[in-house]
């Protein structure tokens, strides 16, 4: 079993930054870490993936410039660094960890999500 716990998330305003977290425990069972964001009355979208490795990563298109994950192994923790934020970051963004060692973005090969933590961005 993996637990994910998200925190930084906050209010912000255009132009600004926001480094959020997430938390593994037993990260031994996971391969592949994922951050997902869902905007509201929107499906819940892709933004980043990492490995534990560090070796392998993928930015979504739409933030790539701004958005930047890396990993801390020795903290079991993930990193998404978002700069330059817009009012259309605004969302729920949310964990994931995978088992598999497929490197799909798809959400149903995700094992593991954290609770999510909000991030809003006024104009």
């Known amino acids: 079993q993996v637990q994910l716990v998200e925190s930084g998330g906050g209010l912000v305003q255009a132009g600004g930054s926001l480094r959020l977290s997430c938390v593994a425990s037993?990260?031994?069972?996971?391969?592949?870490v994922g951050w997902f964001r869902q905007a509201p009355g929107k499906e819940r979208e892709f933004v980043a993936m990492i490995s534990w490795s560090g070796s392998l990563t993928n930015v979504a298109d739409y933030v790539k410039g701004r958005f930047t994950i890396s990993r801390d192994s020795a903290k079991n923790t993930v990193y998404l660094q978002m700069n330059s934020l817009k009012p259309e970051d605004t969302a729920v963004y949310s964990c994931?960890?995978?088992?598999?060692?497929?490197?799909?973005?798809?959400?149903?090969?995700?094992?593991?999500w954290g609770q999510g933590t909000q991030v809003t961005v006024s104009s």
């Open positions: 994931a960890a995978k088992r598999s060692i497929s490197w799909s973005i798809a959400e149903n090969e995700f094992d593991y």
């Open positions: 037993g990260r031994s069972f996971s391969n592949y």
